[in-house]
T-cell receptor, first 115, second 114 residues
Framework: DTAVSQTPKYLVTQMGNDKSIKCEQNLGHDTMYWYKQDSKKFLKIMFSYNNKELIINETVPNRFSPKSPDKAHLNLHINSLELGDSAVYFC??????????????FGPGTRLTVT | AQSVAQPEDQVNVAEGNPLTVKCTYSVSGNPYLFWYVQYPNRGLQFLLKYITGDNLVKGSYGFEAEFNKSQTSFHLKKPSALVSDSALYFC????????????FGKGTRLSVIA
């Protein structure tokens, strides 16, 4: 069973298009994240959700709109795609009960290429 | 602001030799430190974490890390490297207590040569 899954795995599209990436976790976690990994492999947080509510938005352009229909899903919609959006996008999840420090579980990533 | 630094872009080691991947951190407050590994075209896999307690933390696949408060370091180690350990390794720090996003270092590519 895949703990954190993302679809699609690869996404090739043209500038100006709108696309979505889906993420689902079956771990029962209530916190989910989107990270972006650029061409130099640098990883940076984009968004964090807890129980379907946005808790962190790291100065991401408003062309990026996350949506969490329930705590097992966190989707990422991107409007008006730009060349600079080309990257690998990782979804992750973690529990949060008791205020403990938990590791995050990552999905396999979605490689977005904007041409 | 929390940050981690991985001073080496690349580490090469012969199979069977010990390996060390370096990480230093800068945090305000208690450091919550993590190591992750990324194999080609894969997501990140958790190796180990330091929250509190023993300075030597043991993790997956025979890896361990030593927390050194005076040197603000959290180096990843393994006594005997395997070719299959070749991957990209990330050190990360959690900003505060609770489940806040991780701040990652730039990664260190480990190559284990047979």
């Amino acid at each position: 069973d895949t703990a954190v899954s993302q679809t699609p795995k690869y996404l090739v599209t043209q500038m100006g298009n709108d696309k979505s990436i889906k993420c689902e976790q079956n771990l029962g976690h209530d916190t989910m994240y989107w990270y972006k990994q650029d061409s130099k492999k640098f990883l940076k947080i984009m968004f964090s959700y807890n129980n379907k509510e946005l808790i962190i938005n790291e100065t991401v352009p408003n062309r990026f709109s996350p949506k969490s229909p329930d705590k097992a899903h966190l989707n990422l919609h991107i409007n008006s795609l730009e060349l600079g959006d080309s990257a690998v996008y990782f979804c992750a999840s973690s529990p949060s009960e008791g205020g403990g420090i938990y590791e995050q579980y990552f999905g396999p990533g979605t490689r977005l290429t904007v041409t | 602001a929390q940050s981690v630094a991985q001073p080496e872009d690349q580490v090469n080691v012969a199979e069977g030799n010990p390996l060390t991947v370096k990480c230093t951190y800068s945090v305000s407050g208690n450091p919550y430190l993590f190591w992750y590994v990324q194999y080609p075209n894969r997501g990140l896999q958790f190796l180990l974490k330091y929250i509190t307690g023993d300075n030597l933390v043991k993790g997956s696949y025979g890896f361990e890390a030593e927390f050194n408060k005076s040197q603000t370091s959290f180096h990843l180690k393994k006594p005997s490297a395997l070719v299959s350990d070749s991957a990209l390794y990330f050190c990360a720090v959690s900003r505060t207590s609770g489940n806040t996003p991780l701040v990652f270092g730039k990664g260190t590519r480990l190559s284990v040569i047979a």
